[in-house]
Each structure stands twice: as C-alpha cells, then as structure tokens.
C-alpha cells in the first residue's frame, strides 16, 4: 500500500488533490482552515485563511489569505478537477481570539470572530453545507485532514484531539 503524500497547507495556501491525502493546518490563531470534500469526483481542498475579506483598493496576491477570495479560488480549483460546489462538503476551525485588547464590551479586533462569521456567511450565501464547525473561543488549533478517510480532526494543547466529522459519511456536528 502506498502512503497517502502529507500536504502543510500554510498561511494563505490553497492545497486540492483527487483520491488520499492527509492535509495538516498548523497553529490556527484567528485563521480559519476550511475543508472541503466532493466525494463523487474524490476532490478534496483545504485553504487557510487569514482574514474576512480583501483590501477593496489593493490586488490580491494570494486569494487563499482572504475568506471572499480563498473560498472562490478553492472552488475554482476543484472545479477543474471535475468537483461540483452542490455536491462538495465543508467544515471549518479556527477563528479564537488568540489576543484581547482591553477589558470591556466587544473586542473589534476580533479577527477570529470576523473570519468564522465571513465563511459562514459566504458558504450561506452560495448555498453551500457546512457539515461541522469548531470556532471561536482562545484557543489555537490544528486541523488535521485524511482525505483518504475522510476524517477531519481539531486538536488543541487544552482539549486534546478529537473527530469534528468524516466528510465522506456525512456525519458531523457543530461545536462552540
């Protein structure tokens, strides 16, 4: 048997593949890795994303660092290997406030915050499941992918590792 080819999707990085793989998202503060599954063509995609939404006056170098382009890229992308965006899956982690500024009310440099609630919004906006979540809180996170399998998994040094969904059976849960 062959080893499945590990993939380190890095800051800004948009990693697809068609048939096994094990994808590896380190050290998520307030980014988000969003993974997606169609199980049909056997595509599957990760891209880490590093804020809500491109600068309106400046060009986007890498369209996986923001959550309006990185999410449209990646579904580019998986379209030229035949995945179709009704059939794909997603689930996401990341989005903590890894730093707080201040004491009172609501932090507006919630990055995390801002970054979850953009995937959640574009993946609604365009009509698309979102099988399983694990946002927010202070916590960093790693989200581990076997594309093989696909089993996707979220460890942190507070809460251990632990199975957010498989993509390809459909089960999955929302967790805070």
């Given at each position: 048997m062959v080893a499945a080819s590990q993939l380190l999707v890095g800051m800004a990085d948009i990693q697809i593949v068609?048939?096994?793989a094990i994808f590896n998202c380190l050290g998520l503060g307030s980014?988000?890795?969003l993974v997606a599954h169609d199980k049909v063509v056997d595509v599957t995609a990760m891209v880490h994303i590093m804020l809500p939404e491109a600068f309106k006056d400046k060009p986007v170098d890498k369209p996986g660092k923001f959550a309006d382009t990185?999410?449209?890229e990646m579904l580019r992308q998986m379209a030229g290997l035949g995945a179709d965006p009704k059939r794909t899956v997603f689930a996401f982690a990341g989005?903590?406030?890894v730093f707080k500024y201040g004491t009172a009310g609501p932090n507006r440099l919630d990055v995390g915050?801002?970054?979850g609630?953009?995937?959640e919004e574009i993946l609604k906006g365009l009509g698309l499941r979102s099988l399983a979540s694990d946002i927010g809180g202070s916590n960093g996170r790693t989200v581990t992918v076997d594309a093989g399998t696909g089993i996707v998994k979220v460890?942190?040094?507070v809460t251990g590792e632990?199975?957010?969904c498989n993509l390809k059976t459909l089960v999955g849960k929302v967790a805070a």
């Open positions: 068609r048939g096994p980014c988000i890795g990185g999410i449209a989005g903590a406030q915050a801002r970054n609630h953009a995937v460890r942190t040094l632990k199975v957010l």
